[in-house]
């Protein structure tokens, strides 16, 4: 079981910046398809973004492409998540961890929470 923390949310307004963390418990070698995921109140899970661990290939949904950013530490067994943000960004932010196909294939964006390893979240809150 991959032990996964995220860290870094906060409350920011509208055009401001955040950079969360997700710290793994593994060398990113083996921790396959990464990924961020939110989730509001009353509302589903949406994946935003994901990156296959061992290549370091990057994925996005088109809400947030051009103003999100995944990247990976693999020294630091690190992912992190820069974000700049919009008042609808406003969530809870999870990181999970998971088989590596999920990533190419594009099966990240339906990634079914009891698969794999997930963190307890952050919350992000963005003001108008």
């Known amino acids: 079981q991959v032990h996964l923390v995220e860290s870094g949310g906060g409350s920011v307004q509208a055009g401001g910046s955040l950079n969360l963390s997700c710290a793994v418990s593994?060398?990113?070698?083996?921790?396959?398809?990464m990924a961020w995921f939110r989730q509001v109140p009353g509302k589903e899970r949406e994946g935003v973004a994901a990156?296959?661990?061992?290549?370091?290939?990057s994925y996005y949904v088109d809400s947030v492409k051009g103003r999100f950013t995944i990247s990976q530490d693999i020294a630091k067994q690190k992912m992190y998540l820069r974000m700049n943000l919009k008042p609808e960004d406003t969530a809870m932010y999870y990181c999970?961890?998971?088989?590596?196909?999920?990533?190419?294939?594009?099966?990240?964006?339906?990634?079914?929470?009891?698969?794999?390893?997930w963190g307890q979240g952050t919350q992000v809150t963005v003001s108008s």
């Open positions: 999970a961890s998971g088989p590596s196909t999920y990533c190419d294939s594009g099966y990240w964006t339906s990634w079914p929470k009891g698969i794999g390893s």
């Open positions: 593994i060398s990113l070698y083996n921790a396959g398809c």
């Open positions: 990156i296959h661990a061992g290549s370091g290939r």
